[in-house]
């Protein structure tokens, strides 16, 4: 079928970003912000590939120590208690244990991380390491009954992307999911975007600016969409997790180090599972199709195999995910030795329209990242207002001091509710759970209950607030509740979607905001 390309839009946007993970929706929020018109497309689903294939970790990233990153690891460090003020119901403090193996790495080495990984930034919330014995009720080998403790956080992911992206909507940007940037020219000082949606109808768009965040798509979206050379080569470097019923008692990780001089996480994940990983493989193929190999499971089980007195089986697997991470090539040997840091390359086009092509990065930075990104950019909006996401809540954050007095106080004012369900919306939603209980008289008004607390009311919630649009886009990233939801849940899940989809239905009260 033909579609016409129509013609450029009248209005014109200071900034149009193309892709929607944590970097894109990063500089877009904080672009619009600072008062600047932001346009934003990505080809699939917010967080759909790498930003939702991470270790669900806001660190420093001990290891980096080891090759030397302390700028990266001091910006990390203090990220972590940047992001735990503005999203308490995403972010949490999380103790790791380090279990001590002499012939990997000397005391005297693990010792000065430690005390450098407590010094190098900013830490008021979370508390410094600490060495331990193990007892009887270790979970770990007899032979391992020493060894350290340390802080990070831990993070909801896929939804610190989502809350980002609301945020740049509320201050302004326009978010479109689904849409793909087929090309885009440079002309008397504009860029003009030519976009496909995934009905196959097509529109142009136009910016001052374009911001390149396409994430392992970088360098191709520079080469083959806007036949440009592009400034760096990438390597991407494939990581692989695996999910397992829990395997020990209590709400620490693990950090467990290997004899190829990796770490291996095992992480608390949703209560009754836990989490593995990460792998470090260099990827050659499709960032979209990526998949965890047998090699990384053997290699993930015997990591964990080495340290855990009860050892894990393949069949042991419930759930298997793995990502891309677009790193700037940087020649090192070894996967693992290549920078987590960012690099942005700013290319300023014949015309005098900039572009700027985001390589690399972590979860963890993305905010600096995105001030980083507006510096560069400033030259061309003397109307930029200051920098302004340090101390702003993120959506949800607003009006919450933990988790647990949210989930308190909405139960007391809604006694119906499941205790279960009230945890689940205060460390999904924050604050915005308000939202999904407003003029809800009783457990009726949460409508359909597809099973696993998912109810019609928080899936219309997503779709109408959150972009969200498939069974996947809901159980995968925006709920967390893919692991727990049976086959005939899913079934009667993908009927209501269809369901709203065929009649055009937005069933939640969007001015309930109001």
Known sequence: MQHTLLAPVAEVYDLAVIGGGINGVGIAADAAGRGLGVFLCEQGDLAQHTSSASSKLVHGGLRYLEHYELRLVREALAEREVLLNKAPHLVAPLRFILPYRPHLRPS??????????????????????????????????AEIDHGFEYSDCWVDDARLVVVNAIAAREHGAH?????RCLSARSSKGLWHLHLERADGSRYSVRARALVNATGPWVARFIEDDLHLPSPHDIRLIQGSHLIVPRLYEGEHAYILQNCDRRVVFVIPYLERFTLIGTTDREYTGDP???????????????????????????????????????LCDDEAQEPAAVTRDYTLALTRQAHGAPLLSVFGGKLTTYRKLAE????ELAPWFTQLRPAWTHDAPLPGGEDMSSVRELSEALCVAHPWLDEALATRWARSYGSRAWLLLKHVAGPQGLGEHFGAGLHAREVDYLMAEEWALSAEDILWRRSKLGLNLDDEGRARLQRYLERQTAEHLVVFDRSLRA
């Open 372 to 375: 980083a990104a507006l510096t």
């Open 175 to 179: 978010v479109h999911t689904r849409t």
């Open 108 to 141: 005297w080495v693990i010792r000065t991380g430690l005390f450098l990984y407590d010094h190098l930034g900013r830490r008021e919330r979370l508390a410094p390491s600490r060495s331990l014995r193990f007892g009887a009720d270790s979970p770990l080998k």
């Open 288 to 326: 979209a199709s990526v998949a965890v190999t047998d090699a990384e499971i053997d290699y993930l089980l015997a990591a964990v195999n080495e340290h855990f007195a009860r050892p894990l089986q393949r069949s042991d697997i419930c759930h298997t995910y793995a990502g891309v991470r677009p």
